[in-house]
């Protein structure tokens, strides 16, 4: 008997709670905690961590749990390894959803680097207006580069003033829409963007955003993970849990 665990947090994990949930599949949709009020799914929603690999390979046993998807975000890399290493221990099927990175496209102004502090590094030593599309977690390297007058995006409003000198704000979980995004740049002037290269669709508003204004991007490249069984659509995820859906795919 399936019992399905979804490691979500993504857009594309809601999409596919959704076909599980009218699929009559017995599944429980996992988050990680880390916003205030997390999208409501249509299963049995459990919040916060495991207790590293060992901590899920025991909740795996203890929940019966017979296949995990690991559909969460590109740079959850640490909850997607311990997905590996638990589901190697249990000997539980795993399955990654993940979709594709966003290719540059021509007209795309981009300096691609492999981390957060390298992108700060990247930042002109002139002063600009810089838009840091990269949430809440990884700000601190930018205090390297205090010239620059910052717009952050947080999914929550910040819990004490961030420790840029000269950085805004703007509370918003997404997903976004080019024409905001165009309207946001232009109104503050925004001259650099730095970004993760998220691929979905939830975000890459302000890649087209940046294209259209010929701004340069520091696109971060995403984390290596060892190899694991993956696919790009909720459709094959379903066929992997033995379940064709209504399109027969
Ligand atoms: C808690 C679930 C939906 C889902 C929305 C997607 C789209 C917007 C792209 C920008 C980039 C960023 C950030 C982002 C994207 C979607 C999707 C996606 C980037 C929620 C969600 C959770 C999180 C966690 C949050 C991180 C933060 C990252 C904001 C829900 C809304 C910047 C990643 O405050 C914090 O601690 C937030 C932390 C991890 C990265 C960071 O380091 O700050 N996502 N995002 C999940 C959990 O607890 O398990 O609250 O409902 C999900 C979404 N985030 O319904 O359409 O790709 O799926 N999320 C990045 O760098 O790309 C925003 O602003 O342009
Ligand atoms: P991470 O750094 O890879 O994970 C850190 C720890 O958080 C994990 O080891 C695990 O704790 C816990 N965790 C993460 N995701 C979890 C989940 N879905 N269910 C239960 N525990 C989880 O993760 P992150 O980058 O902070 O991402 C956290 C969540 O936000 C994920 O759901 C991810 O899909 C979503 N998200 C992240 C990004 C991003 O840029 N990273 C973007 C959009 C959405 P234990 O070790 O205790 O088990």
Redesign the pocket.
């Given at each position: 008997m399936t019992r399905a665990l979804i490691l979500?947090?993504?857009?594309?994990?809601?999409l596919l709670a959704a076909a599980i949930a009218s699929a009559g599949i017995d599944a429980v949709y996992?988050?990680?905690?880390?916003?205030?009020?997390?999208?409501d799914q249509p299963l049995p929603t459990r919040?916060g961590g495991f207790g590293g690999a060992s901590g899920l390979a025991d909740y795996i046993r203890r929940e019966n749990i017979t296949h995990v998807i690991d559909a969460?975000?590109p740079?959850?890399a640490e909850m997607s390894r311990n997905a590996i290493a638990a589901c190697a221990q249990s000997a539980t099927p795993l399955l990654a959803l993940e979709?594709a990175p966003w290719d540059k496209a021509s007209g795309d102004r981009w300096i691609e680097v492999a981390d957060v502090v390298s992108a700060a590094a990247a930042l002109p030593d002139s002063p600009a207006c810089v838009f840091l599309?990269?949430?809440?977690?990884?700000i601190a390297p930018f205090g390297a580069r205090p010239q620059h007058a910052y717009t952050l995006?947080?999914?929550?409003p910040p819990d004490e003033t961030p420790s840029l000198p000269n950085a805004d704000v703007i509370v918003?979980?997404?997903?976004?829409m080019l024409k905001g995004e165009l309207a946001m740049m232009r109104a503050r002037h925004i001259a650099w963007i730095v970004?993760?290269n998220?691929?979905?669709?939830?975000?890459r508003?302000?890649i087209e955003a940046a294209r259209m204004l010929g701004l340069p991007v520091i696109m971060?490249s995403r984390p290596q993970l060892p190899d694991r069984p993956r696919v790009e659509s909720v459709s094959d995820v379903m066929q992997w849990l033995g379940h064709r859906t209504c399109l027969g795919a």
């Open positions: 979500g947090g993504t857009a594309d994990a809601s996992s988050y990680g905690g880390r916003t205030r009020a997390p999208a919040i969460t975000h740079f959850a979709r599309a990269i949430g809440r977690q990884h995006r947080f999914v929550d918003s979980r997404g997903p976004f970004a993760r998220s691929g979905g669709d939830g975000a508003a302000k971060i």
